[in-house]
C-alpha cells in the first residue's frame, strides 16, 4: 500500500529497511554508483520514513549509525590502478551485517561477489525481496575488452560468452531487475530474464549550472589557447578509452587554439601524462568535492568521451546540464543521452571523426547548443523521478514476486507435509 507521504509500508505498518549493497564506492564521491548512493540517502531521508542500510567497501569494518542511515563499510584493500576503490571479498561480514539488521529489501548494485552473497540471506530470511541493478553490460565491457588484451580476440569471445551465462543465472535470482536503458533490458529478455524495468537517473540542476563557470579556470590549469577547452571527467583507464581522448586531441589542427582538462584518476592516467607532456593538456586528478567539479564543467566548452559500453551516462547529464555539447560515439547508450542537436557521436575507437566533431561543434552555432542541452536535462532527468520510480515502482514489484516464492514454498511445504502423512498412516 502507498501511503499519502509516499512511504511504502509492510502490512504491519512500520517503515521498511532498505539495503544497497555494492562494491563501487568512492568515499570522495567520484562514480555514477558514488553519486547514485548519495542522491539515494539524501531523498529516502527527506521524502519518506524509511531507513536506509548502505553497506559499501572501507578501510576497516565500521558502522556509523545517523538517525535512519546506517552506513556499513567492510575492510576491504585497494585496487590496482583505482586507488578510490575497494573490493570486498570478505563476505561472511556482508552476511553478518544482513542478518543482523534484516533489510525489507536489498538492492544489490555490482554484478561480482555481492550478489551471491544477497541471494544466500535470502536462503536464511525468505521474506527478503532481492532487486537488481544491471547497471554495466560487463561481459563486453569488462571481461571482454581485458579478455582481449591479455589473450586475444577468440579466447576473450568465450570468457564474454561463459559471462553472460553467469549474468543469466545470477540475475534469475532476483524478485526484480532494473536497467538504465531499454537495450540493455531487451538483452536480459533474450536470456530469459523478464522481471525488469527501466530506471531513468537523474543529477543535480541546480548544482550542475552554466552559471557557475569561471573565466579565469582554464589559466589556473595552465592552459592557453583561445580555442575550445574540451573536458572529460571519469576514471582515466582502458574501460573508458581515455587514451583515444589524447589520440583525438592530437589531430587538432595546431591553429584551432584548443585545450583539454581530463579529470579523474586511474590506471593510464601516468602514461598519458606523459604521452601528452607536449600537448595542452591538463590532469588535475580525482575531483572530490562535487561542487569544483561542477564548475569545471560549466567553466569548459564541450564534453568529450570516447566510452563504448556505457549504460547510462551520469556524467554526460551533468556536463549537459552545464550547458555543454558532447562529442563522443555512436555506441550503448550514448545515443540516447546524446540525441540530435546536442552534440554529434562518430564510430567507436574513430578519433579522426571524433576531432572532426570537435571543430563541427565550435565552428557551428555552440552557444545554441549548450542552451538545447541544459534545457534537455531539466526536462527529462531529475533524482525525483529516478526515485520514485525505484521506491513506487521497482521496489513493490520485488516485493510482490517475493511474496509470490513465499506462498509457492508454503504449498510445497504443505503438498510434502500431506504426503509424509499419508505415508505414515496407509490406508487400510
Not at 549509525?65 to 552506513?71: A, K, L, M, V
Not at 586507488?83 to 544482513?98: G, K
Not at 570516447?306 to 563522443?328: H, K, N, R, W, Y
Amino acid at each position: 500500500m502507498l501511503y499519502d507521504d509516499g512511504t511504502r509500508r509492510a502490512e504491519d505498518g512500520r517503515p521498511l529497511i532498505l539495503c544497497d549493497l555494492t562494491q563501487s564506492w568512492s568515499p570522495t564521491g567520484g562514480g555514477g554508483i558514488s553519486t547514485y548512493l548519495k542522491e539515494k540517502r539524501r531523498w529516502v531521508l527527506e521524502n519518506t520514513s524509511h531507513h536506509l542500510l548502505q553497506i559499501v567497501p572501507g578501510p576497516e569494518d565500521r558502522v556509523t549509525i545517523d538517525g535512519r542511515h546506517i552506513f556499513a563499510e567492510v575492510g576491504a584493500d585497494p585496487v590496482r590502478g583505482s586507488p578510490n576503490y575497494r573490493f570486498i571479498l570478505r563476505t561472511s561480514i556482508v552476511r553478518e551485517l544482513l542478518a543482523t539488521y534484516r533489510p525489507d529489501v536489498i538492492e544489490s548494485l555490482c554484478p561480482w561477489v555481492l550478489p551471491w552473497t544477497a541471494i544466500n540471506h535470502r536462503k536464511a530470511f525468505p521474506d527478503t525481496a532481492l532487486v537488481a541493478g544491471y547497471r554495466t553490460d560487463f561481459p563486453n565491457a569488462h571481461v571482454y575488452r581485458v579478455g582481449r588484451d591479455l589473450f586475444g580476440d577468440a579466447i576473450a569471445r568465450g570468457f564474454r560468452w561463459l559471462s553472460y551465462g553467469y549474468a543469466e543465472i545470477t540475475y534469475r535470482e532476483f524478485d526484480h531487475v532494473y536497467t538504465l536503458g531499454e537495450p540493455a533490458r531487451r538483452a536480459l529478455a533474450m536470456r530469459g530474464i523478464d522481471r525488469t524495468s527501466v530506471l531513468p537517473l537523474g543529477t543535480d540542476t541546480a548544482l550542475f549550472s552554466p552559471r557557475i563557470g569561471d573565466p579565469h579556470y582554464r589559466r589556473s590549469l595552465g592552459l592557453g589557447g583561445d580555442g575550445p577547452l574540451l573536458i572529460y571527467a571519469g576514471r582515466i583507464d582502458n574501460e573508458k578509452r581515455a587514451d583515444r581522448l589524447v589520440a583525438m586531441f592530437r589531430r587538432l589542427p595546431a591553429d584551432f587554439g584548443a585545450a583539454m582538462v581530463m579529470i579523474g584518476d586511474g590506471k593510464l592516467r601516468d602514461e598519458l601524462m606523459r604521452e601528452a607532456a607536449d600537448l595542452p593538456i591538463a590532469f588535475p586528478g580525482f575531483e572530490r568535492n562535487r561542487a569544483e567539479l561542477a564548475k569545471a564543467l560549466a567553466s569548459s566548452d564541450i564534453y568529450v568521451s570516447a566510452m563504448a559500453d556505457e549504460t547510462f551516462g551520469i556524467s554526460i547529464i551533468e556536463a549537459q546540464a552545464a550547458g555543454l555539447p558532447v562529442v563522443g560515439v555512436a555506441s550503448g547508450a550514448m545515443p540516447d543521452r546524446v540525441p540530435q542537436g546536442l552534440g554529434y557521436l562518430g564510430p567507436v575507437d574513430d578519433v579522426a571523426a571524433m576531432a572532426a566533431n570537435v571543430e563541427r561543434i565550435w565552428c557551428g552555432d555552440h552557444r545554441a547548443m549548450s542552451v538545447v542541452a541544459r534545457q534537455h536535462v531539466i526536462d527529462n532527468f531529475g533524482w525525483n523521478r529516478t526515485f520514485r520510480t525505484l521506491l513506487e515502482e521497482v521496489y513493490p514489484a520485488a516485493m510482490r514476486a517475493a511474496q509470490r516464492r513465499g506462498e509457492r514454498a508454503d504449498r510445497v511445504r504443505a503438498g510434502r507435509r500431506e504426503i509424509r502423512t499419508i505415508a505414515s498412516n496407509p490406508p487400510c
